[in-house]
């Protein structure tokens, strides 16, 4: 089987990610023929994608509507005649399936990772317009997959794999140490954090606001955030204004958020939607408890009082409130860990999802059909 993978960039975010895991998982476990393609640029992960084995090709898109990309996209598809075209994200989706055509030879997959309710009109009619020539619709959560639905893709013509982790190696507390020195937390800090992109939909005003409470909670407790995004000037001026800034830490973009781990104790998400969270997921493998905005996405990870917990949307008392039940009780923190980290490693690890991909295409040379969608 020949497999292309085709995504705007190689950029260092969530969806690139599980891309590359994917296609290292498959090189390391099929004889199958895969490429890498990137519409605008390369970025950090076509490193690790070519030190696999993985060739990698940028088209070099450079505007919005781009037709010399497209073009060079279409001729790329004709000389290498791929089984199967992987498409992922929007702009991705939109040159693949354009470029395919309308017969091609191939099978083509689309996997959208959010719920996309940004998009604006035209941008859902173009998705509408592309049904007929999809393959198949691949959803990292029930969520996505509802909201396509929705769009106007066929529920047969859906499938759902959820994300894959990778296990983390036991927390380190040297490491621990070395975060809190360049963190500049004093002698027994405990912290709590966010991981993710500074945008509004984290609704991480809402998680200040509740950090200005929980510290008043619980003694030597500090907010570190990570990531940057359009936020964060408010976010800092909000901090200042809860008078709670000497103990928050803005540690920018990191480019491994799993490695932050170690000297992390309780992970928070105030996501107004998600598609499955990455810095979640990464979180829970490591053993960090999750106190998470209680949305369908974040349901299919957390589970409440075993896991961590999932506060209602409009209540940010409730954050301080679960927070201060889960640090200041060492048992319930304890068990707490040990199920988050079991739970990834036992129902989302890498093989699962590189194993539910292998099985979706391999029915798709098979049968030519589209399968009923399961919920995996």
């Known amino acids: 089987m020949r497999l292309t993978l085709l995504t705007p960039t190689l950029d260092q975010s969530g969806a690139e990610k599980q891309l590359t895991l994917l296609a290292c998982g498959l090189k390391d476990t099929t004889s199958w023929d895969i490429d890498v393609v990137a519409l605008t640029r390369g970025g950090p992960y076509q490193d690790v994608l070519e030190d696999h084995g993985i060739r990698v090709t940028v088209i070099g898109k450079r505007f919005r509507c781009d037709p010399s990309a497209w073009w060079k996209l279409k001729r790329y598809l004709r000389q290498t005649s791929p089984d199967i075209l992987h498409t992922w994200m929007f702009t991705a989706n939109a040159y693949g399936r354009l470029a395919a055509g309308s017969n091609p030879r191939f099978k083509v997959v689309t996997s959208e990772r959010c719920?996309?309710?940004?998009?604006?009109?035209?941008?859902?009619?173009?998705?509408?317009?592309?049904?007929?020539?999809?393959?198949?619709?691949?959803?990292?959560?029930?969520?996505?997959?509802?909201?396509?639905?929705?769009?106007?893709?066929?529920?047969?013509?859906?499938?759902?794999?959820?994300?894959?982790?990778?296990?983390?190696?036991?927390?380190?507390?040297?490491?621990?140490?070395?975060?809190?020195?360049?963190?500049?937390?004093?002698?027994?800090?405990?912290?709590?954090?966010?991981?993710?992109?500074?945008?509004?939909?984290?609704?991480?005003?809402?998680?200040?606001?509740?950090?200005?409470?929980?510290?008043?909670?619980?003694?030597?407790?500090?907010f570190v955030i990570a990531g940057e995004g359009p936020e964060r000037t408010h976010l800092e001026d909000l901090a200042i204004r809860y008078t709670c800034d000497h103990l928050v830490r803005f540690v920018g973009h990191q480019p491994n958020g799993a490695a932050l781990m170690d000297g992390v104790d309780l992970f928070w998400l105030g996501s107004n939607f998600e598609g499955m969270s990455n810095s979640l997921m990464e979180a829970m493998a490591a053993g960090v408890p999750a106190v998470v905005s209680d949305i369908p996405a974040n349901r299919e990870l957390v589970i409440p009082e075993i896991t961590g917990e999932l506060f209602p949307l409009d209540n940010r008392t409730a954050v301080a409130q679960f927070s201060d039940r889960i640090l200041n009780n060492p048992s319930r923190y304890q068990l707490m860990s040990e199920a988050s980290s079991k739970r990834m490693q036992t129902e989302f690890g890498i093989e699962h999802m590189v194993a539910r991909h292998r099985e979706l295409y391999e029915d798709l040379m098979k049968t030519g059909q589209h399968s009923v969608r399961e919920i995996t």
Do not use: C
């Not at 035209?122 to 639905?149: C, E, G, H």
């Not at 990778?166 to 070395?178: A, G, T, Y």
């Not at 027994?188 to 809402?206: E, S, T, Y």
């Open 115 to 222: 719920v996309d309710s940004w998009k604006a009109g035209w941008q859902l009619r173009l998705d509408r317009m592309l049904i007929k020539r999809t393959d198949r619709l691949l959803a990292n959560s029930t969520p996505v997959a509802d909201f396509y639905q929705q769009v106007g893709y066929p529920n047969q013509m859906i499938s759902i794999i959820p994300n894959g982790v990778e296990k983390p190696p036991p927390r380190n507390l040297e490491h621990r140490q070395q975060l809190h020195t360049k963190w500049k937390l004093p002698e027994g800090a405990r912290v709590v954090a966010h991981v993710g992109r500074l945008a509004r939909q984290k609704r991480i005003d809402h998680l200040m606001w509740s950090f200005q409470q929980f510290q008043q909670l619980s003694e030597n407790t500090y």
